[in-house]
């Protein structure tokens, strides 16, 4: 393991719910009573200010190495609740905690790139969720200072059209699935959200009336900075109203103890369902599948990436250019001269 490098420091953020921005100072969350997004000059300008009024600084301790995984964990995720989206602190937890419980009382400076390795070889784990776990992990772990030597990261995958499930199949896994299960799976084969949408859905985001489902916080709201809006299908639509009926309020997707499924809970779920049915399914399979006979029915690519949360056609371009409109018009193109 190299030498740790000097851990950095958390630098202010802005809270949209209290329109403030925020830092540490002295290990310990401030609010820099500058208001306004569009205040970040003066925001930094008021945290360097502060930092200078104070000896110590808001970096951590210069032993990284005294502090347990656990403890570093907690303290990352505590960072982080402020500075990132709750989907983005949700992927955080997903990785972390099972991590550092895999490992109780071990001091993070310890911690080997094998171990990391270990941890991500999981059978229900695709190349690009060992690739998500080891960097999460390793940005984690830098965040502290220690930087470690060894670690093997694979390539995230770009399946797009491989990994398209037949109607067929995923009726199959669908009628084949348990409780709440087949109505997520089914909720996902209807819309073709992401994954993440579907297992933090909540009965009031949900307008039924319209037939639409308005999210403010999602996976590119920071880049396409305005809410996505998942359009539902007259099957979508009673997919949910059954849901709503059931609970009323709060998570509409639920595990048989009545908390809501997450993400590793509902891959593991489909992994035993691929195993008893013979099948390859993904969640994000699911999604692949809506894209594909989407675009396949002549359905316009820019149409497509609005029903799919894109900011532009670009991802659409990248993984299913033999079905857009272009290579539609061309083939359409030859058939006026060539059978």
């Not at 656990?70 to 992927?91: M, W």
């Amino acid at each position: 393991m190299d030498t740790p490098a000097m851990p950095r420091m958390t630098r202010p953020f802005f809270r949209t719910q209290k329109n403030c921005w925020y830092a540490k100072i002295n290990g310990k969350l401030k609010s820099l009573g500058v208001y306004g997004n569009n205040k970040a000059r003066i925001a930094f300008a008021v945290w360097i200010k502060l930092l200078a009024e104070n000896k110590e600084t808001s970096a951590r301790p210069s032993q990284p190495e005294s502090v347990s995984l656990i403890q570093l964990t907690n303290d990352f995720l505590a960072d982080s609740k402020g500075r990132v989206l709750p989907s983005t602190h949700s992927f955080y937890q997903r990785f972390l905690c099972p991590f550092a419980n895999k490992y109780p009382g071990r001091k993070a400076h310890q911690i080997s790139a094998t171990e990391i390795h270990d941890f991500a070889t999981k059978p229900t784990w695709s190349n690009s969720t060992r690739h998500d776990a080891i960097t999460t992990i390793s940005t984690m772990l830098r965040w502290h200072g220690i930087k470690i030597v060894g670690l093997r990261i694979p390539p995230k995958e770009s399946k797009g059209i491989s990994s398209v499930i037949p109607e067929r199949e995923a009726m199959e896994i669908i009628n084949a699935a348990k409780g709440d299960m087949g109505k997520l799976l089914q909720f996902l084969w209807l819309t073709g959200c992401r994954p993440s949408e579907a297992l933090n859905l909540q009965a009031d985001m949900v307008d039924l009336k319209h037939s639409l489902i308005v999210l403010r916080e999602h996976k590119t709201s920071r880049v396409t900075r305005r809410p996505r809006i998942i359009y539902l299908s007259a099957d979508a639509r009673s997919n949910l109203l059954a849901q709503a009926k059931k609970y009323g309020s709060g998570f509409l997707f639920r595990s048989g103890n009545g908390k809501p499924y997450t993400l590793n809970n509902a891959n593991n779920i489909l992994w035993r369902l691929n195993r008893r049915l013979g099948t390859k399914a993904t969640l994000y399979g699911f999604r692949h599948s809506f894209a594909t006979d989407g675009l396949a029915n002549g359905v316009p690519e820019t149409h497509m990436a609005e029903l799919l949360g894109h900011k532009s056609t670009r991802m659409l371009s990248a993984h299913y250019s033999h079905l857009g409109s272009k290579p539609m018009a061309m083939r359409a193109a030859v058939a006026l001269f060539r059978k």
